[in-house]
């Protein structure tokens, strides 16, 4: 982030009265006379001030890690209002008067955390912590605004006036990638008035069985009047109209429109009309413009007018506000008509963006976006279906036009003013629609939006808003209809459907005629992604609004009023009360009890310090990563147009040092291209500059030269590279023996199916905080290096290679990772050696914090891949062989490709197939590098095997259950499949069990029973259910550790493994505590409390290894082990002497006697797990229901339930956490996330605008998780079994249900077209997103369906 020395902090004295920008950040007094008019508050928090909770996710207003709480004082009515903002996109000079509040601001380790903190220790809700300040702010507004309400009883003492529905959408537009929301909507839910608390879930305040009344008193008090938003001295303060002015760039406030208009004058300058500035979110600003004016304090632009027959709104005027307005007048009439028009804009405005861009986001910034730009805007199209019109002004002409004379204008220059806009009063008599109030004419309107999250941060596939009036005898004599966002220059009315439609009766002819209107009239650009989908979803618009007024035989009421729920949501709560169902056990104590995560408190208070928090050294600078996008291609040159420090390449690797990036056990991928580049989005050069913002400007504005002359074409997919056998090699260590004969099995199959393909696409890790690192020079050629990495120890290594010094002049620090899910693997390597390399030739410190585009450009992710298989099965279902010809797309360089296979082949196995033979090919593409994300390659696998079973059920027409169950292995199979030593003792083979529990615990069978009712009785609506087991090997590594204990008799630890929001601190924490017990001091249960865990320090632990794989977590415990046994040992005798002599001894005592007598108070372990216990199989199996709408594509997860066998859990929460979180990042692979490339394979899912991981909207409404406490496990460390990546597996069960739930749809379209059976043979691809279920639905079922009355 930049540094401070650009800004002056002066005293009132010397300042110009209206040129100081005074604010206070929690409390604190900020005052500035000069600062760079185009600097963000983010950007201001976190490098000039001390607080640093507030984290880039995203710099786009689509992550809320960034909120701030904002306030601002009316002094006329004496009125404190607040709300939370996007910091990232609010510019510092317009919070001139405002206070600003952090979560740092509502409590700390010092002065005592607030109940907010506490309670998101409490009820789990911090994994990594990078989005949890964000959450807790997010939280805090809303409790805040909560507690203004006057019109509420008073809620309960220790609650707010919060609902638990309200609650639950406080955090609506917050990501989080680790923990699937469930324990974060607890916490929210725990302060509200309405709250049951036995819907709370798992926590640290009360245990199972305490009575409602004790488990309130239980939970940290929360007193609403404890933080106050807006401090006493920022009142008094005289606020003039601000003005600033730094390095020839300017702010404005103007105050009215005369004083505005004199400041558009002057040419030559790039001038800026600012008011939230959110747009900047979408259309970022890559040069600083020389003059913001801000339009807020012009009155005329802010406020709210009401007139006999319409409102008149201020350009100004904030999203939310006007939401707030338009409820309002519903109020303050009669129910009529046309007030339900404004509750229904209000509730579709609702869905726009987050909360914190509403907060800022004004109408008119909106409106002028998508006139001037062709923003795809939800607030067009609906003012556009009630007749609106707008206010501009052009110099000193005002003009009044329709919003689509508006629209259809060239776009507007900039210095055009848009003043305000009139939404008309839609009341029958007044509109001047009709004038027969007397009569039953009725006004229909209804707004509809399509996208991938229900409650908004997603923009829609299609929106509509529609508008019609109809007579009695259901003639339509007025109709607007009003379609939007569909890859179009600006929302259009679809005129020649209104001319067809008018005056005219409903009936089902005639709609079946305007749906073929309206599809055709829907007719995207070209290049705009599911054409034929946007178009179908205008046709399922139109028919659920106009098919209530039609008589349609056998189509009864509900099944529209259902559909309707789908899309609005208009259930009370998003989530039901979830059940956690743990069996803890008390015999390794503390090991096994659920404590809360090390360090969770500080996390919510935003003290945790992550790479880019720690401040910058003297004369840091920041790199950012030119990269190209070009596949193959010469690099003739490249050009950085501004002015920056330097521009690192693999031309300024020092002589002997290595153009080396990401490697470890394979060949290495370069860290820059030489003359060639590889893959779109290849590593070209790294740019350093004064400021993160200037590199990374300078960055993205670089032309580079590109040259492709007697080049061969890129290879880009699988089949052009076999096509070019283009391959890395699987090393002969990878056991890929096939099983059984698969000739034989085939010969003895009564079914066959030959070349069935799966594909799959790629995944990104979308961890909150992206790639960073921060070198410093240290004397005699050394370099410290911190790093947000999985494995310091080869970063060093890669470091020191590049730079040709020895390892041991490196020293790789990491504290702790905000969520790495693998990216930071081999990933982070090139990002920490490019810092390094750039620091080690300049001699500065040089860090980087990478923007979220060019992270999602260059990190590769998942591997997408393709695979063919041929599979044999009798007529019960029992497969006898199957065989798989898998293509598995590496991208430019091996990272850990070569191993997929073997990943791949563990959880395929997880059914007895009788024979099963397979072929790998590991492609060489000019791809970015493919790398580890969690569970790399077995998700697939996973997924294949289920894929096979799905289509071998569908072929015989047999519930795909039942095939399941008849291929599951018996302890026989499951030795001849795994081999003896990962299978374990049959005792340990727990999935006939798990299975059992899962079928009886989700009362699977009568909720299939229902759901087959479901789905009797609802046309539009479908459901599915799908059980999915998981068999998972995993494999520990060797893993250090050290365990010292200082003077005082604190414990400090070190291991090999990364905090990487897994909760490994935590469990290693558990385990010192328990294996130093062994000393049997008095009083030894306080150890826990003495123990810290520190960061890895790749000079002071060697050795540390990878923190992948699930298993770290657990091979640092038993190294830590390890060291206690041997200090154990060392004080055993010392303690037992010193007891004979003064009776119990307090650990305090021995340890003070024992530095007296020179005891070794340091142990340090390598533990090198055994050859034949090293690997195991993890076991587990979800249950998911789901809704499908056939109308629109969207898919509603009703339930799920898991039940996963973690062994003798070390930490049942933290594993709760991971199993929960590991879900929901697989519901992301299957359903949601499409990490997309262009042709030239360069990324363009590349933002929060474009990639839409899961939401509290997205995820199951209810999830139930039982973790199953195995017993005994002789193997494993104290009995524990792994839980960071088998669970993503479990996933595919919604996948599964939403097929079944498709097929369901599909045998009721096919009854409509007349034919007989069912049409079950389909394919549903992973991710199963809304244009492609719909697709499978039938992009036109809804024409058929008419076709049948
Ligand atoms: C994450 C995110 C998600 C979003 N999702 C949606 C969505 O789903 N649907 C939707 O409709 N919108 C969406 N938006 C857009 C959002 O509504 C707009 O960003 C917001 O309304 C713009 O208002 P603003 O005050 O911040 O404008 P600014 O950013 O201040 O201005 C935007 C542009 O308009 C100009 N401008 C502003 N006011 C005036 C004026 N009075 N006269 C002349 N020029 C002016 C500015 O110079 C600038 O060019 C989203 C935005 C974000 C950041
Ligand atoms: S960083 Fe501001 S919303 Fe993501
Ligand atoms: S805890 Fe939410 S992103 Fe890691």
Request: one cysteine or more; proline letters at 4%.
């Amino acid at each position: 982030m930049e540094d401070s020395q650009d800004t002056q902090l002066t005293t009132t004295e010397t300042m110009e009265e209206n040129q100081r920008l005074l604010f206070a950040i929690n409390g604190e007094r900020f005052e500035l006379s000069s600062i760079d008019p185009s600097i963000t508050l983010l950007q201001f928090l976190r490098s000039h001030t001390r607080f640093k909770s507030v984290k880039l996710g995203c710099g786009e207003g689509g992550c809320g890690a960034c909120n701030v709480l904002l306030s601002k004082f009316d002094s006329n009515l004496n009125q404190v209002e607040d709300y939370k903002v996007s910091s990232c996109l609010t510019p510092l000079c317009s919070i001139n008067g405002c206070s600003i509040t952090t979560t740092e601001g509502l409590g700390n380790i010092k002065d005592g955390f607030h109940s907010i903190h506490q309670r998101f220790a409490g009820f789990h809700g911090s994994q990594c912590g990078f989005c949890t300040p964000g959450m807790c702010v997010s939280l805090f507004s809303a409790l805040v605004n909560a507690d203004k309400k006057t019109e509420h009883q008073e809620p309960p003492v220790g609650f707010s006036n919060l609902t638990v529905s309200e609650a639950e959408k406080s955090i609506s537009g917050n990501l989080c990638r680790c923990t699937g929301y469930r324990p974060i909507a607890d916490v929210c839910k725990s302060f509200a008035c309405d709250v049951d608390m036995e819907d709370l879930g798992l926590n640290s305040f009360w245990k199972k069985g305490d009575d409602v009344d004790s488990k309130s008193q239980k939970l940290p008090f929360y007193d609403p009047k404890q933080i106050c938003t807006y401090p006493e001295f920022l009142k008094k303060e005289h606020k003039s109209p601000m003005y600033m002015e730094y390095n020839k760039r300017f702010w404005y406030t103007p105050v009215s429109i005369n004083e505005l208009q004199s400041m558009l004058t002057e040419k030559d300058m790039r001038v800026k009309l600012v008011a939230g500035n959110t747009g900047t979110g979408y259309y970022k600003e890559v040069e600083p413009y020389d003059k913001y004016i801000d339009l807020r304090f012009i009155p005329e632009l802010s406020t709210i007018k009401r007139t006999d027959s319409k409102i008149e709104v201020g350009a100004t005027v904030s999203i939310s506000k006007l939401i707030f307005a338009l409820k309002e007048e519903r109020n303050d009439d009669t129910c009529t008509e046309g007030d339900t028009v404004f509750q229904k804009i209000a509730s579709h405005f609702e869905k726009i963006a987050t909360e914190s861009v509403r907060n800022s986001g004004s109408i008119g910034g909106n409106l002028i976006m998508a006139q001037r730009q062709g923003f795809p805007s939800d607030i067009v199209t609906v003012l556009l279906a009630v007749n609106s019109k707008v206010t501009i002004m052009n110099a000193v002409k005002k003009e009044v036009l329709t919003l689509e004379e508006f629209l259809s204008r060239p776009a507007l220059d900039s210095k055009t003013l848009f003043l305000s806009v009139h939404i008309p009063y839609l009341k029958p008599t007044k509109n001047g629609y009709t004038d027969k109030s007397d009569t039953d004419t009725k006004l229909l309107f209804e707004t509809y939006r399509a996208s991938p999250r229900p409650l908004g941060n997603a923009l829609p596939y299609l929106n509509a808003a529609f508008l019609a009036e109809v007579s009695g005898d259901n003639v339509i004599n007025n109709i607007r209809l009003a379609l939007g966002a569909f890859g179009i220059k600006h929302a259009i009315r679809a005129n020649s459907l209104e001319n067809y439609l008018l005056g005219k009766k409903l009936s089902v002819g005639l709609l079946y005629e305007a749906l073929k209107i309206i599809r055709a009239t829907i007719q995207p650009e070209d290049g705009t992604s599911h054409p034929a989908y946007r178009s179908s979803l205008g046709v399922s618009f139109l028919f659920e609004f106009l098919s209530p007024l039609i008589n349609l035989g056998d189509l009864s009421i509900n099944n529209f009023i259902d559909s309707r729920l789908t899309f609005d949501n208009c259930e009370k709560t998003l989530l039901k009360s979830a059940k956690q169902v743990l069996e803890s056990s008390d015999e390794y104590y503390p090991v096994g009890e659920p404590i809360v995560k090390s360090g969770a408190a500080l996390q919510a208070s935003g003290e945790a310090v992550f790479v880019d928090d720690i401040p910058s050294p003297l004369n840091c600078l920041h790199g950012a990563f030119i990269y190209s996008t070009k596949p193959l291609a010469r690099v003739k040159g490249v050009n950085v147009k501004k002015d920056v420090h330097d521009v690192v390449s693999f031309q300024d690797i020092p002589e002997g040092g290595e153009n080396v990036g990401p490697t470890v056990v394979f060949d290495p991928e370069p860290l820059f291209a030489n003359e060639l580049t590889e893959c779109a989005g290849q590593r070209l050069a790294f740019v350093v500059a004064d400021t993160q913002k200037n590199a990374d400007i300078a960055a993205e504005t670089a032309m580079v030269d590109y040259e492709t002359k007697d080049l061969d074409p890129p290879i880009l997919t699988v089949e052009q590279a076999v096509e070019k056998s283009s391959f890395f090699e699987i090393p002969p260590f990878i056991d890929l023996s096939p099983i059984g004969d698969f000739s034989k099995g085939m010969a003895e199959s009564d079914h066959q199916i030959h070349s069935a393909e799966i594909k799959f696409e790629s995944q990104y890790y979308f961890y909150m905080e992206t790639q960073t690192a921060l070198a410093i020079p240290d004397e005699d050629n050394c370099m410290v290096v911190y790093s947000s990495s999985q494995i310091p120890e080869f970063t060093q290594t890669v470091i020191a290679r590049c730079l040709n010094i020895p390892d041991h002049n490196v020293r790789v620090i990491t504290r702790r990772v905000g969520g790495g899910f693998g990216g930071k693997a081999f990933k982070a390597m090139s990002v920490a050696t490019a810092c390094a390399l750039a620091a080690y030739k300049l001699r500065r410190p040089v860090r980087t914090y990478m923007n979220r585009k060019v992270d999602m450009v260059i990190s590769g992710g998942r591997h997408p891949m393709k695979i063919n298989y041929n599979v044999g099965f009798k007529s019960n279902g029992k497969i006898t062989a199957l065989h798989l010809d898998i293509l598995i797309n590496a991208g430019m360089s091996p990272d850990i490709s070569p191993f997929l296979p073997m990943n791949m082949v563990g959880p395929l196995k997880k059914y007895n197939w009788g024979a099963l033979s397979f072929n790998f090919k590991i492609c060489k593409t000019n791809l970015t590098s493919k790398s580890a994300m969690r569970a790399p390659g077995e998700v697939q696998g996973s997924f294949i095997a289920e894929a096979v079973i799905e289509h071998v059920a569908s072929v015989l027409s047999i519930d795909v259950g039942s095939v399941r169950e008849t291929n599951f292995h018996t302890f026989d199979s499951l030795q001849m499949f795994y081999g003896g030593d990962s299978a374990g003792e049959a005792l340990e083979y727990t999935l006939p069990t798990i299975w059992d529990k899962l079928m009886s615990s989700s009362n699977f069978n009568s909720r299939t029973e229902i759901a087959n009712e479901f789905n009797q009785f609802h046309k539009w609506r479908k459901r599915g259910i799908s059980r999915v087991p998981i068999l998972h090997e995993v494999s520990l590594r060797a893993t250090p550790g050290k365990v010292s204990v200082l003077r005082d008799g604190s414990i400090v630890v070190e291991v090999g493994g990364i905090e990487l929001g897994q909760g490994l601190w935590t469990k290693v924490k558990q385990m010192t505590a328990y294996c130093l017990k062994a000393v049997e001091c008095d009083g030894s249960d306080g150890l826990l409390e003495k123990v810290r865990v520190i960061q890895a320090d790749s000079l002071s632990l060697v050795q540390g290894g990878f923190t992948s794989g699930s298993t770290t977590s657990e091979a640092s415990c038993e190294a830590v082990r390890l060291c206690c046994n041997i200090l154990v040992e060392r004080l055993v005798g010392l303690k037992k002497r010193l007891e004979s002599q003064t009776g119990p001894v307090k650990w305090d005592v021995l340890i003070s006697q024992a530095n007296s007598q020179s005891v070794n108070l340091s142990a340090s372990s390598y533990f090198v797990p055994e050859f034949t216990s090293m690997s195991y199989i993890n076991y587990g199996a979800a249950i998911s229901e789901v809704e499908v709408n056939i109308l629109t594509g969207e898919t509603k997860i009703l339930q799920s339930d898991i039940i996963y066998d973690c062994g003798k859990s070390l930490n049942p929460a933290v594993d709760l956490g991971q199993i929960e979180g590991a879900f929901v990042q697989g519901i992301g692979f299957f359903m949601l996330e499409e990490y997309l490339t262009n042709s030239d394979g360069l990324m363009i899912s590349d933002s929060t605008w474009t990639y839409k991981i899961p939401t509290i909207d997205t995820i199951p409404k209810q999830l139930n998780v039982q973790i199953l406490n195995s017993g005994h496990h002789k193997n494993r460390v104290l009995s524990s079994k792994a839980s960071g990546e088998p669970p993503l597996l479990l996933a595919a069960s919604v996948h599964g249900a939403t097929r079944a739930a498709i097929k369901e749809a599909r045998k009721e379209v096919h009854s409509w077209k007349g034919l007989e059976g069912s049409d079950s043979m389909f394919q549903l691809d992973v991710p199963a997103t809304m244009p492609m279920v719909k697709t499978l639905c039938g992009l036109d079922n809804v024409e058929l369906y008419l076709e049948t009355l």
